[in-house]
């Protein structure tokens, strides 16, 4: 079971649960603590919530909400000497020109629904296809839907309001990367 089923399942006793945290969260300034008291509901979840899968699901929950906090992070971290040097080498490659000179990327325009990227995001991930802690950052920086610019608070939004069975079209995202898949090299 996916983790977007499991979440389906257990959706409202996860934001009951979730509701304290995201007040004390909000009221936070400091990314750092807001992932500081996000850590605390796991920890706290991981020796109160009795059924497993409610648990797991609900500390997978509480991960997204880290790597979205940890976005703007990564971005301020980017000063150390290791991550001048990746920063170097890709403008080298030609990579990611754009963000490292600051001269405007172009961005793809999704013409399907916002649903349906993060589903693929979502999917692309879950497959391997995309390692990143914070995808819902990446999109933002990558894609439109619609000539509509994005916002990761948004597309992790989405992405927890995603229907189970995915959104309209579901099937034929599924059926692409499942082709995709079994056509690897």
């Given at each position: ?22 007040v ?9 603590n ?11 979840a ?14 997978e929950?509480?991960n997204?909400?880290?790597?979205y906090?940890?976005?703007p ?6 000063a150390?000497?290791?991550?001048a ?16 000179t ?7 325009n999704w013409?399907?629904?916002?649903t349906?990227l993060?589903?693929l995001?979502e ?8 390692k ?10 990558h894609f ?17 309001n ?16 499942s ?7």
């Amino acid at each position: 079971m996916s983790f977007q089923e499991r979440y389906e399942k257990h959706k409202n006793f996860i934001q009951e649960r979730w509701l304290p945290f995201s007040v004390k969260v909000m009221l936070e300034k400091d990314p750092k603590n807001k992932i500081i008291i996000i850590r605390a509901a796991q920890k706290q979840a991981a020796k109160e919530i009795q059924d497993i899968e409610v648990q797991s699901t609900f500390i997978e929950f509480l991960n997204w909400e880290i790597e979205y906090l940890q976005g703007p992070l990564n971005q301020e971290d980017s000063a150390s000497p290791t991550q001048a040097h990746q920063r170097n080498e890709t403008l080298n490659t030609g990579e990611s020109k754009g963000q490292i000179t600051g001269e405007p990327v172009e961005k793809i325009n999704w013409q399907g629904t916002e649903t349906q990227l993060v589903f693929l995001m979502e999917l692309l991930t879950q497959e391997g296809f995309l390692k990143s802690g914070r995808h819902w950052k990446m999109v933002e920086e990558h894609f439109l839907a619609k000539g509509k610019s994005l916002k990761p608070k948004q597309l992790s939004q989405t992405f927890q309001n995603m229907p189970v069975k995915g959104p309209r079209k579901a099937q034929i995202l599924e059926s692409i990367l499942s082709q995709v898949s079994s056509s690897e090299d």
